[in-house]
């Protein structure tokens, strides 16, 4: 039995960016009624310093409604302070007294929208050493890629995968899964929810679920 999980970075309460109406929406609910899929949404808890969850209750509320969304932490701003040097990798740029009031600014944001995610992934992929003792307790499990966690050992239950939803060739990783990466949006990710990619996805999914035998699930169900 293959499991096939979708993960989808950077959701927040922004138009364009996964809230109701949206198109990018509209691909997800179509692939939950055609395949049954699930997906592992890794939301920013105060995305760029303008989207604290703790502010839009109502559209968590919509997310969970759904019954095929899992929702997983994904840092607090993802933002850094040097763009140019950092990207987005907000828990690189960081001192480790930093990283602690940080984590503890996002875990307040989910406590008061009344949900504990399960799950962990760095925004931009990487974090400082140092800041892996302080976020592993914090969560039942870490997704990771498995080009960018130079080695690093979590004390937490470790996933591994990073193919796109873009590509054709797909990898099993840890074992018997299949994660699908991807980003709501963002026009410098090329493997956002568009028209183009929604198509391959869906052709992608033909394929496995024609020629094996698979279950939809959230990253918690298989971890």
């Not at 399960?118 to 870490?142: A, D, S, T």
């Amino acid at each position: 039995m293959i499991n096939i999980t979708i993960a989808i970075d950077d959701n927040h309460p922004e138009t364009g960016w996964g809230v109701e109406g949206d198109k990018c929406m509209e691909y997800l609910d179509e692939l939950n009624k055609e395949f049954g899929a699930k997906f592992t949404l890794f939301i920013p808890s105060n995305y760029h310093h303008g989207y604290p969850i703790s502010q839009y209750k109502d559209w968590i509320k919509y997310l969970l409604s759904k019954g095929y969304f899992e929702l997983a932490a994904h840092g607090h701003f993802h933002q850094t302070s040097d763009k140019n040097k950092f990207g987005e990798m907000e828990f690189l740029d960081i001192k480790e007294d930093e990283c602690v009031d940080r984590i503890k600014s996002m875990i307040n944001e989910w406590e008061m929208v009344g949900y504990k995610p399960k799950g962990w992934r760095n925004p931009g992929w990487i974090c400082q050493k140092y800041c892996i003792p302080h976020l592993e307790n914090k969560f039942e499990w870490v997704a990771l890629h498995y080009q960018h966690n130079y080695d690093f050992k979590w004390n937490t239950k470790m996933l591994f995968g990073a193919d796109g939803i873009h590509q054709t060739e797909i990898q099993l990783h840890n074992g018997n899964n299949i994660m699908f990466q991807s980003h709501i949006a963002g026009e410098w990710n090329h493997n956002t929810w568009d028209e183009k990619n929604y198509q391959q996805i869906k052709l992608s999914l033909q394929h496995i679920t024609t020629n094996m035998e698979t279950q939809f699930k959230t990253i918690s169900e298989i971890c």
